[in-house]
């Protein structure tokens, strides 16, 4: 409000943006309840002139459950901005947990195969071996089928081999 000459003029300051302090991020299998308890009370309201305030936000959770956090993607929460016809949106974005995320793999014990085998017979000494593979916690660990790449004949190589190979883990 201002002043001009003798008369009142009420400036016109109306809502340009709507800032939610951060998304959320949250591990796969966290409970509804506990995800929504993140969601801010608050979102920051920015004015035409410049001016911000802080203005309580009631989110629609209405629906929301387990489910919908028990598998990786973005959540997308709407809210109604108190004292406006305004809407703010938070996006919850679900992650893996470090127990699902591998880190390293485990020495494979060696295999022997008789000097001079076929491609072949390495493959099949090779088959069905098992990675143990070290999750990103670094307490979890999990048995993986092996890919193998590469298998060189045991008649090309002498001594220590260097097999190529991905895991499913």
């Known amino acids: 409000i201002g002043l001009v000459g003798s008369e009142m003029c009420i400036r016109d300051r109306h809502i340009v943006d709507i800032d939610v302090a951060e998304d959320i991020v949250v591990v ?28 309580d936000v009631k989110w629609g959770t209405k629906g929301l459950s387990d489910k919908d956090f028990a598998k990786e993607g973005e959540v997308t929460v709407k809210g109604k901005v108190a004292g406006t016809d305004q809407k703010a949106e938070c996006t919850i974005t679900v992650v893996k947990s470090d127990a699902e995320i591998p880190a390293s793999v485990e020495p494979i014990a060696g295999i022997s195969v008789p000097e001079g085998s076929s ?4 493959r099949k000494a090779l088959k069905g071996v098992k990675a143990t593979v070290l999750m990103k ?33």
């Open 28 to 55: 796969r299998g966290t409970k509804a309840d506990d995800v929504l308890a993140k969601l801010p009370a608050t979102v920051t309201v920015i004015y035409s002139d410049g001016t911000e305030s802080d203005v």
């Open 119 to 122: 491609a072949d017979a390495v």
């Open 137 to 169: 916690d670094g307490k979890t660990t999990a048995e993986s089928e092996i890919t193998w790449t590469e298998v060189p004949a045991a008649a090309d190589t002498y001594g220590n081999s260097c097999l190529l190979y991905t895991s499913d883990a």
